[in-house]
């Protein structure tokens, strides 16, 4: 199959790919999910296969209005649908209770629940209301690989496996949507992103963190969070922002002739550009919403397109608001690992 990469004016391409049961990537504000129509078992099938997903791993139910959701999902509070109208269409992905047989297993993973999201991209919400039904949509990246921000990342992982990409240049926000779960009193975070627990205060009272996500040992509640993802590579290792501890690092390893890649703000490490070092900036004089923008984009640009490096250092932000999704995806990137516990 040979696969393209299509403009908005060649949305129809699209639509009648995915209504013939192939599979097309579409862009979201978030990061690039691989689409297939979610009524169609044979073709959800195939984004597992051409993912290498586990098929116990659920996927997200895209929708193009909020009333979508009501043919599929039964149980929806008050506060469900504050929410709904609050952060929808945006990069908050809701956990309901569905309907008896209203989803194929293949997609629920056999559960008696389902996630849902509506994207914020005009692209893709045209894309779903001409296909006439929702769109499943993993994260377009071959498993284990950082997700795709930009129609490029796609192809890189999927070519030859896909219809076509609908290109929307790269995403706003970078990092996949926030998951939570309304199916628990209190709701309770199963992956942060770009909605953070405070945002969803304002709207609703209370709302837990999947305490798998603050540290604690314990088996995460969301499927898809068991697995080790992000890996690139090369190793990564990250740089305690208490510490700061970037020469120490780059002396380290060059005394060990490495090649190194460094990520992180241009006023961290602008004063590095120049030496034998690869250099990504994450962001100006670290943001932690632009860093989160370029993390995925960095961490691919350093591992896939720069050749050779033997290891990449990265820079870190606290455990709070936007950081916690952030610092998520950097530590499954790093496999837990700083440069401070390397030196021991
Ligand atoms: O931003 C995003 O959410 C992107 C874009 C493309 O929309 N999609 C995405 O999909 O990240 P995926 O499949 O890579 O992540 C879906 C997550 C997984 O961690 C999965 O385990 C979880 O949602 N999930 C899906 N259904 C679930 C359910 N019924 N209960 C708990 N977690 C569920
Ligand atoms: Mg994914």
């Known amino acids: 199959m040979s696969d393209k990469k299509w403009k908005a004016s060649q949305l129809h391409l699209a639509v009648e790919a995915l209504s013939k049961g192939e599979l097309v990537a579409f862009p979201t504000e978030t990061v690039y ?192 969070m068991k697995y080790k993802h992000y890996a690139p590579e090369v190793p990564v290792y990250m740089i305690d922002e208490k510490k700061q501890n970037w020469q120490e690092a780059v002396s380290w390893a060059e005394q060990k002739g490495m090649r190194i890649g460094l990520l992180g703000s241009k006023t961290l490490l602008e004063p590095f550009a120049g030496e034998k070092l690869e250099i990504f900036y994450l962001s100006k004089e670290s943001d932690v919403t632009e860093s989160m923008r370029r993390l995925f984009s960095g961490l691919r640009s350093l591992d896939e397109v720069t050749p050779g490096l033997d290891i990449i250092f990265v820079e870190t932000f606290p455990d709070e608001g936007k950081g916690l999704a952030y610092m998520n995806r950097l530590k499954k990137a790093a496999n837990q690992k700083y440069f401070s516990t390397l030196q021991t």
């Open 33 to 224: 999910g691989l689409g297939a129509v979610a009524t169609n078992s044979e073709a959800v099938k195939k984004v597992f296969e051409a993912k290498g997903r586990p098929s116990d791993n659920p996927l997200i139910v895209h929708v193009a209005s909020k009333e979508d959701v009501n043919h599929y999902a039964q149980g929806i509070t008050s506060d469900a649908k504050k929410i709904m109208d609050t952060f929808w269409p945006g990069p908050l992905t809701l956990i309901f209770e569905i309907k008896p047989d209203a989803l194929d297993p293949v997609v629920t993973g056999g559960l008696n629940t389902a996630a849902f999201r509506m994207p914020d991209n005009h692209l893709t919400l045209s894309l779903i209301k001409k296909t006439g039904l929702p769109l499943v949509g993993p994260s377009a990246n071959i498993s284990g690989k950082p997700s795709p921000t930009t129609a490029e990342h796609v192809l890189h992982d999927l070519s030859g496996k896909i219809a076509g990409v609908l290109d929307d240049g790269p995403t706003k926000v970078g990092v996949e949507s926030t998951v939570l779960d309304m199916t628990t009193v209190p709701p309770m975070i199963l992956r942060p992103g770009a909605v953070t627990k405070e945002d969803l205060e304002k709207v609703i009272r209370d709302v837990e963190v999947d305490c798998s996500l603050t540290g604690a040992e314990e088996t995460p509640k969301s499927p898809g």
